[in-house]
């Protein structure tokens, strides 16, 4: 039976074995999807060791995507763009591949949302590696404008910089004053309770405010943007179940329902 696994660390917390699991099982497929604890210094030996057990693919979360960025042997244009990898495979030729599915993932989870993204101005929050994946996909999208807005200016711009000229960086205190339809936090700020520190003048027009953290209950960004008056709010569980989709086409060449699977994760979040 072909092995698949995400590895990470921590690695309890991960929702991939249920998604995966539930995804193989709706399409017939015979695998087994399993949750690896790296050493923190050691991922590249895991992944060998898994490898070397028969094992087929990944995903890989924190803090361990730029380390399979170097380890892959050869890196989609995605990953390159992203400069971090989330999954993995062995192609055809036996070559360990990079990809990354982060910003297809955020894209399909957009489009399933209803939002229109084409020739829309968006204003995504944080430049950390969450944002750098998901920008490219935007563009390719079809979006009119890009601000990238970051605490520390400098990391704004040096991610814009990979960019053309629809892509800014800036500070939070100094976002263009221009109409955003939607509005994305990348930051890990409802982590600790808290929401990024801009002005809610830029949420007047928004159409969408979207949280790529998930929880049981909304954001504390989330909570805020409904307030200023945000048409429609989500937060990022559909973001990781089409992300996990798009990793597993990768590796069975079949592209799994996320409607189910995501109905599921949700029921699990509200039981907790």
Not at 95 to 105: E, R
Not at 124 to 141: N, Q
Not at 143 to 161: F, P
Request: aromatic share 8%; proline share 4%; hydrophobic share 45%.
């Amino acid at each position: 039976m072909d092995r698949y696994a995400v590895f990470g660390n921590p690695i309890n917390h991960s929702k991939s074995p249920v998604i995966h699991r539930q995804f193989a099982q709706s399409l017939g497929e015979q695998l087994q999807y399993d949750a690896i604890l790296a050493p923190l210094d050691g991922f590249a030996d895991s992944w060998q060791q898994f490898v070397a057990a028969g094992g087929k693919g990944g995903n890989v979360t924190v803090p361990f995507k730029e380390q399979a960025f170097q380890l892959a042997e050869q890196l989609s244009d995605r990953a390159i763009q992203a400069g971090a990898v989330n999954t993995l495979y062995i192609d055809n030729q036996g070559k360990l591949t990079g990809d990354n599915t982060d910003g297809v993932g955020l894209v399909a989870d957009l489009l399933r949302l209803g939002f229109v993204l084409h020739n829309s101005n968006v204003l995504l929050l944080g430049a950390g590696g969450a944002s750098r994946g998901v920008i490219g996909p935007l563009l390719a999208a079809g979006i009119k404008k890009l601000v990238l807005a970051n605490r520390t200016v400098s990391k704004a711009e040096a991610i814009a910089a990979n960019f053309n000229d629809s892509v800014l960086g800036c500070g939070f205190n100094n976002i263009p004053d221009q109409a955003y339809q939607l509005v994305i936090n990348a930051t890990s700020s409802g982590l600790s309770g808290a929401r990024p520190d801009i002005n809610a003048q830029h949420l007047k027009h928004c159409l969408l405010a979207y949280d790529m953290l998930y929880g049981a209950e909304p954001t504390p960004f989330l909570h805020w943007a409904k307030a200023q008056g945000a048409q429609q709010v989500a937060d990022g569980l559909g973001m990781l179940v089409s992300q996990a989709a798009e990793a597993f086409y990768l590796w069975r060449n079949k592209r799994p329902d996320i409607e189910p699977v995501l109905t599921l994760l949700q029921q699990q979040l509200k039981a907790l």
